[in-house]
């Protein structure tokens, strides 16, 4: 007998399925096929067919299922029906934390004090060392993995046929050919073919939409969905990481663990303060022993001195201090902050790519007030009692319809029915119906259903047939869905009574969200999976513009292996240009997000299925929405837990203000390095203390003997270069740092545009704070040392002299008060410090840490600390010492706080290391398109980037040159696709600057 051969149409393409009646063989062929229609290869159509599966040899069954011998070889070349999962060992996370430049930095102080036998010393930097690696292991580990999510989603079993008998296995046993049985209440075990027959299978952990999706014969339902209503045999194609499901874990996988902004801060600062700490230790190091002479061991006690000062010990547990005191304030408006670094990449976010279903939507079905009617007397709540008798009313809804219209309908005045009988939903039929008896006695049936079904009942349908399909075709233009309801007459003839129209509408908040995040320099754009009438319906309705394309044109993806590092250049400016895009998967949405990443955007992505988790992860802020999936939940760096997106609006204003602090406190923390740093390096060529020890009686007359060295004849105490202890470096750190802890509670005004780091001109100002405190300080130490000189600024001041212990104590005194004083300045940003008050627990800390260095430098015993003399202020006859040098810090703080003052005008005046330019990209866009739409002429462009500040400079010119080179040649091929992308831009970016409302 001849193999009948049948081909079912499955979408826009058709697939041969195979059945030899005479060997009982079903074979399945999975071939290339381009997408047609608007279908994007690569991904599911409509009826979930992958119409770019690779070319893979038939799989044969038999129509009794597989063998156990035959499954057990496949199982051995396919493997097992499972995620793979990728992890770094908890071990090496947390030896990541021991190297890197602070770290190795450490690392040598370490050394040098255990060598030196200063145990005490070398222990607090070796705590240190490993607390701030503990914290980064901690805060790796607490994010979460989004793949052991998506392992945890699958269920654990599944109905299979082997050797002819129906069994319960292990779903990660299941195979390729495997014949299975999925019913109502099951999980589809892998994606598969169906045979015959009809399920609805919902969805929404892939796609995150509500509506259940029918499947027939030819049909793949896929691994991950469930199955709501029905019951048929499928043929399994495809398991583990081959599966739709597999793929999104792939692409999840091929997202390398990225560095945040402020990490790769704290490298570039490390970096650059340790390379400086070399140089000058280095140099130091070799002045003291070739040119002063002075022994080895002393000198090395003075290079780990320079080393310990060149280190912001506590810099990155303050910074994950604030950031985590962030993440507490982001959980109180609902936000759960998974990844702490993602609060400074939502404070620097300036695109967000939205899903439309249970974000931007309220991800359930609402009947409209739109509700035409085909019988006199008949209006809308009619109709709804009406759909609601077709239905068990006192009954928990059975589906998401009978849902929406019990919600809906007034149950009240349907208890005044009697229903006799009831057939639910057939899947054949398409609708359900139920005969009622009326409060007077009349028995009637009604129905509802697909309205080209119930149509077919009626008994006029000719007369109603046209304005009907004219609505629905309307509706359908519109993306709205519609439902019709019927019901007999006296004659128990069907008849029309109308359709109700329903759809997912907007959340109340939505659109005002939407104009409050263009409102601080956030575009938005809708991403999502749903029909593109739909999408179009829904950005109009939230002003979003109607631009929305399908992912047709974008490039293929080659799932495992990393993005090409330039489609960004290639296809960014047509991803800009759209407000959204619609009918995608998950391998656009993660490419749509990285060609914005790789255009120069900081993106962030809202989603809640598991379709949505590749681009969650990939985004520079993955954010899943209320009721999202558990993988999107672990792809994502913030989990809201209220609905809509007005909470994202709270944690950009937030991420901002956390950002700012941070900012506060890196400037402070770079000018306190560097005045400690630049300080010591200079007093150990600029003074030799010894030279001014008033017993130091003899020198040799250079006039003599031309270069003759200093000979020391009396006091030892005075030594051959100025350093104080590493005790007292440590105490200035801790104190101070341990105090900025509380930093993240202090009071900062949030930008209304994105924040971007700007390390250039965060050292200018941190240099010209350093610059202030460091004279200070040095003047300081010239006029303690020159006290003995009767002739000297102490003695003209009427001041006594000092000993050298004192002088040392001094000096620990007078920075300890400079570092805290430079923190108030630096936290006040382009203003003085007394227009911006600090938070009082802030006070509170500053207080009690200068008050703690204060008494420690009044009571300081006499002696000698790490071989260098030190006695306390308030020792001896003379007790105001430490008031002199309160009131000497306080001065020079209001001549430091003018200067900081100077340098922000001279960064904001002559837009110095763009400071006034970086982060203005609405500004930007807004000069730009004006040019575009006046006069397109490079002249114009180049006027309107000068307007704008020249924001993203490198960005705009290449921008231009392309612009340019469509403007130059008119021939046919640059007035096309290059024309059609750079007015779509144009005209975008007036829609979102507010010129215009939509683009049609």
Known sequence: ???????????????????????????????????????????????????????????????????????????????????????????????????????????????????????????????????????????????????????????????????????????ALVVPGDLVLIGAGSAVPADCTLHEGEVEIDESALTGEVMPVVKHGGDKPLMGSNVVRGEAHATVDSTGMETFFGRTASLLQSVGARLGGIQKLLVRVMVVLTSLSLVLCITALLFLCFKVRTPFKEALEFTVVLIVASIPIAIEIVVTTTLAMGSRQLAHHKAIVTRLTAIESLASMNML????????????????????????????????????????????????????????????????????????????????????????????????????????????????????????????????????????????????????????????????????????????????????????????????????????????????????????????????????????????????????????????????????????????????VSGATDAARAAADIVLTEPGLSVIIHAIVIARIVFNRIKSFMIYRIAATLQLLVFFFISV????????????????????????????????????????????????????????????????????????????????????????ACFSSLILLYGALDSHNPNGWFAHWGLPPLEYGKIVTLIYLKVSISDFLTLFSSRAVEGFFWQSRPATVLLIGATIALTISTILACVWPDGSTSGIPTKGLALGDYTLWPLWTWIYCLLWWIAQDFAKYFSYWLLIKYDLFKYRSLGSTMEFHNNFIAAHVADITPTTLQDAATAAGQAHHEKAEARIKRLESVVADDSDHHQGTETAVANGVVLNTLKQAGFIESIV
Not at 121 to 147: H, P, Q, R
Not at 482 to 503: I, K, P, R, S, Y
């Open 1 to 171: 007998m001849a193999a009948d051969h049948v081909e079912i149409e499955v979408g826009t393409t058709k697939e041969p399925f195979r059945f030899d009646g005479n060997q009982n063989q079903v074979e399945v062929v999975v071939e290339d096929t381009p997408a047609e229609n608007g279908h994007a290869q690569g991904q599911p159509n409509g009826h979930g067919h992958d119409a770019t599966a690779k070319n893979v040899e038939p799989i044969h069954t038999s129509a009794l299922g597989l063998t156990e011998v035959e499954a057990q070889e496949r199982l051995i070349k396919f493997g097992r029906n499972e995620i793979v999962e990728k992890s770094t060992p908890s071990w090496r996370i947390f030896l990541r934390g021991l190297y890197g430049p602070m770290p190795i930095a450490i690392w040598i102080a370490v050394i040098v004090e255990f060598a030196l036998q200063t145990w005490p010393d070398g222990g607090i930097l070796l705590f240190i060392l490993f607390a701030n690696a503990t914290i980064s292991w901690y805060e790796t580990m607490k994010a979460g993995n989004a793949v052991a999510a998506l392992k945890k989603s699958l269920r654990p079993s599944a109905t299979v046929c082997r050797d002819g008998k129906w069994r319960t296995i292990e779903g």
């Open 353 to 624: 790519c939205s899903d439309k279903t249970g974000t931007l939507t309220l991800n359930e079905m609402q009947v409209q007030e739109d509700c035409p009617t085909y019988l006199p007397g008949h209006n809308r709540e009619t109709v709804m009692i009406l759909a609601a008798l077709a239905a068990k009313w006192r009954e928990p809804a059975r589906d998401a319809l009978d849902r929406m219209v019990l919600g809906s309908a007034n149950l009240a005045e349907c208890d005044k029915y009697t229903q006799i009988e009831y057939k639910p939903f057939d899947p054949v039929i398409k609708r359900t119906e139920a005969t009622v008896r009326d409060p007077t006695g009349r028995v009637f049936s009604v129905t509802k259903g697909a309205p080209h079904v119930v149509l077919q009942l009626c008994h006029n349908r000719e007369q109603i047939e046209e304005p009907l399909h004219t609505l629905i075709d309307r509706l359908g233009r519109e993306g709205t869905r519609c439902l019709a309801v019927a019901q007999t007459d006296a004659d128990n003839n069907w008849e029309m009574v109308g359709v109700l129209t329903f759809l997912d509408p907007p959340r109340p908040d939505t659109k005002f969200t939407i104009e409050e995040a263009r409102a601080n320099g956030v575009h938005v754009k809708m991403i999502t999976g749903d029909h593109g009438v739909i999408a179009k319906t829904m950005a109009k309705m939230l002003g979003l513009g109607t631009n929305i394309q399908s992912a047709e044109g974008l490039p293929k993806i080659d799932v495992g292996k990393p993005l090409p590092e330039d489609i960004g250049e290639k296809y960014g400016q047509r991803v800009l240009a759209a407000d959204g895009f619609a009918q995608v998967f998950p391998e656009h949405k993660f490419l749509i997000v990285e060609i914005l990443r790789q255009y120069g955007y900081t993106c962030g992505m809202t989603g809640d299925g598991v379709n949505d988790a590749p681009a969650l992860k990939v985004a520079d802020v993955g954010i899943a």
């Open 685 to 772: 060529f600029a003074f030799e203390p010894f030279t001014y020890d008033p017993g130091f009686n003899m020198r040799l007359s250079n006039s003599t003997i031309p270069s003759s060295p200093l000979v020391r004849v009396n006091n030892a105490d005075w030594p051959e270069f100025f350093s104080i202890p590493v005790t007292m470096l440590m105490l200035i750190t801790l104190l101070n740092d341990g105090t900025l802890l509380t930093i993240g509670y202090d009071n900062v005004s949030p930008s209304k545009r994105p924040q971007y780091w700007n390390l250039p001109a965060m050292f200018f100002v941190s240099s010209v704070l350093a610059a202030v």
